[in-house]
């Protein structure tokens, strides 16, 4: 096997060819990391019972939104420019029903031996102004080709089911209005981010009672 690169070792140029040797290996790394993390969802079924994943997306950015944010960083519209400075070319978003089951993902997905972790933003424990949460890692993944392995980035984010509700409808709301929407739906949205962490605490709770309480009731019938 050849030496092993990153992405933005490579001047690629401009044109359809480079662009679709990026989104070939952008592709190749949504998949290797989708994988892994299907496998780490049913080790934990296999061990624990349960899954702590509801839902995995992945997708590619879209052309327009590449251009949109390289716009508002100042950068010109170019393939090395994306490379650089586009971190979420590629996303993974993992939907998982309690706040406590991210932070067990975040962990297994940490300790795979062969992803490196460039970075962990924990929008959680200290949510954005907009009252957005989600816990994001930002990490490269070896795409082995039949001469040389490109490490490739991809960004992972991970929140419950209500987060991702409430990011659904902010982004929603952003784009319609550009960036300015009026300040009463921004403060609505900020509420409504504290009513999902009220809620996401109160689910975990009544999750911890109903296993404590099935475990209560299993002990009760063996004692029988
Ligand atoms: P879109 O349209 O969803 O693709 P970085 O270069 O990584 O340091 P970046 O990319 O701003 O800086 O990192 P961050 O904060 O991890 O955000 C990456 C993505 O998280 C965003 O991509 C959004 O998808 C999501 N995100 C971040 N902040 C918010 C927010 O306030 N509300 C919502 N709904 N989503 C958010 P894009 O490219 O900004 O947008």
Known sequence: MGKD???GDFRLGEGVDSWNTITFLYKSALKEVQTKVEILNDEFQQV???NPIEYIKARL???ESIVKKLRRRGYESSIDNMINYVNDMAGIRIVCSFTSDIYKLAEMIGRQNDLTVISVKDYIKHP???GYKSYHML????????DRTIDTKVEIQIRTMAMDFWASLEHKIYYKFEGNAPEYISRDLRECSGIVSMLDAKMLQLNEAIVEAGAAQEEDKSAV
């Open 139 to 146: 990490v490269t993944v070896p795409i082995f080709l039949s």
């Open 5 to 7: 690169f990153a992405l």
């Open 48 to 50: 624990h019972q349960y």
């Open 128 to 130: 954005k102004d907009s």
């Open 61 to 63: 950015k879209a052309p």
